[in-house]
């Protein structure tokens, strides 16, 4: 018997939800995109895709379908029979903020029928499903969770930018507060992807995203003071790296930067290591050391914009600095927590004129004292310095090396004699 029929609904429409409620349609279901930001809602029902990852002609085609739409009107989720959560889980002051969670909960429960399902996929700390969410659509309901309706999580793998794994390729883990319960959530997703990979409860699959996250964390934040290290004792770390990646197994390559951004790791560790700390009243030493030095690595950058200012004869104070980047990561718009921001607000206040040129994050989120520029040729002639942070592809790499301005590149994209990598 399949416990799933055919009215989906995807609570979000962001990095996660947009492209979930795609692959919903793919999939065969009539989807309504639920989401409170108005200029989002009326952007996507006239084409326009605020997520990279969707095209203007994708969103097209999924509204061509007559099976898409977005709302911000709650009354349009009645008679869901399956819903998806995916909305910011952030932190404030040091605590997880579910507030966006309970919000969608709530108004899920009001349109929660029997026999429809509930899916978590905004990523949290163990037990928020079951714990939060249940109680929340059980008393707004009046439905018992898992007898009358089922409840699931299912963490979100979506790798914005990246080409090769998209949602629908990359394994997804389901998982159900019980057996009736999994199998709707993984009904649900094997419409949706190749590949699930069932999990025996919600707090495996809750801790699963925790761990994924907390070990690209823990690993950068090792090549980050691994490579501080080296530079001071003369070795070249980014050569290292790429011999030790030849090994083909038992080593797994990640890469210095200036930093780490978006919505996950400088979130979610801290949502492990909050609960763990909670719970146990234990600190996990592993999340608060990567924290403290990935946190820390803006203010190197800076040093070392100092020091190779210095190396010219010059000071901060008065030098034009032009910034390639301010996304968080290459390719991508999303500037969400993103190291750019500190590096920048610190060369300010040390008195440096900052030129910003990011093509892909809106002139609104730039930081206010710091000049738009699109690195013309004219830019560079003007610069001092320049801190090449973020990769896109749509940099002018050669154009930044001819320039012979003297370059730190936090990513080792660039090579040539005024080029010093992190
Ligand atoms: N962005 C990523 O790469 C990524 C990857 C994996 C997991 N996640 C997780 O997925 C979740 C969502 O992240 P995101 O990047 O999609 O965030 P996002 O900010 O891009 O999208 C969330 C959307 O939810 C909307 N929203 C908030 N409260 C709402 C409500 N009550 N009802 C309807 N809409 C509401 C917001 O307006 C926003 O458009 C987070 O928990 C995040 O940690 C994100």
Not at 233 to 258: C, H, N, Q
Not at 318 to 334: E, P, Q
Not at 389 to 404: K, N, T
């Amino acid at each position: 018997m399949t416990l799933i029929k055919d009215r989906a609904v995807i609570i979000g429409q962001g990095y996660v939800g947009l492209p979930v409620a795609m692959r919903a349609v793919h999939g065969g279901y009539d989807v309504v995109g639920f989401e409170i930001d108005p200029t989002k809602v009326s952007a996507l029902n006239s084409g326009r895709s605020h997520v990279e990852d969707i095209s203007a002609d994708q969103l097209g085609e999924m509204l061509g379908t007559g099976r898409y739409r977005a709302t911000s009107e709650a009354s349009d989720l009645a008679g869901f029979d399956v819903a998806v959560i995916s909305v910011p889980t952030p932190m404030g002051e040091g605590v997880p903020d579910l507030s966006y969670i309970e919000s969608a909960a709530r108004t899920l429960a009001a349109h929660l029928s029997p026999g429809a399902t509930v899916i978590l996929e905004s990523t949290t700390y163990p037990g928020t499903t079951e714990e939060l969410v249940a109680p929340i659509l059980e008393s707004g309901s009046g439905l018992v969770a898992g007898e009358d309706f089922q409840l699931g999580y299912s963490p979100e793998r979506i790798d914005p930018g990246n080409p090769t794994w998209r949602l629908e390729n990359t394994p997804k883990v389901v998982s159900g507060m019980n057996p009736r319960s999994l199998e709707a959530v993984q009904g649900f997703f094997d419409r949706l992807v190749d590949t699930t990979v069932p999990v025996s409860g919600t707090r495996e699959a809750e801790l699963t995203k925790l761990l994924e996250n907390t070990f690209r964390h823990v690993n950068i934040a090792l090549v980050n003071e691994l490579a501080m290290f080296a530079r001071d004792l003369g070795i070249d770390v980014w050569e290292a790296i790429d011999a030790a990646s030849t090994k083909p197994f038992g080593y797994m390559r990640f890469t210095p930067g200036p930093g780490v951004g978006g919505h996950c790791l400088p979130i979610d560790p801290s949502y492990l290591s909050w609960q763990v700390e909670r719970s146990l009243g234990q600190t996990f030493r592993f999340v608060e050391l990567a924290n403290d030095i990935n946190e820390h690595m803006p203010d190197y950058v800076v040093r070392r914009v100092q020091a190779l200012l210095n190396d010219h004869a010059k000071a901060v104070r008065g030098s034009t600095v032009v910034v390639y980047g301010l996304a968080y990561k290459a390719n991508t718009s999303d500037a969400r927590e993103t190291p750019a921001r500190p590096v920048i607000d610190q060369l300010l206040r040390l008195g440096a004129e900052v030129c910003l040129v990011d093509p892909h994050v809106a002139a609104e989120q730039f930081p206010s004292d710091a000049t738009p520029c699109d690195g013309s040729p004219d830019d560079l002639a003007d610069a001092d310095l320049v801190i090449y942070l973020v990769d896109h592809d749509d940099f002018d790499r050669e154009a930044i090396v001819a320039s012979g301005v003297p370059v730190l590149d936090c990513r080792r994209a660039l090579s040539g004699p005024n080029v010093q990598h992190l």
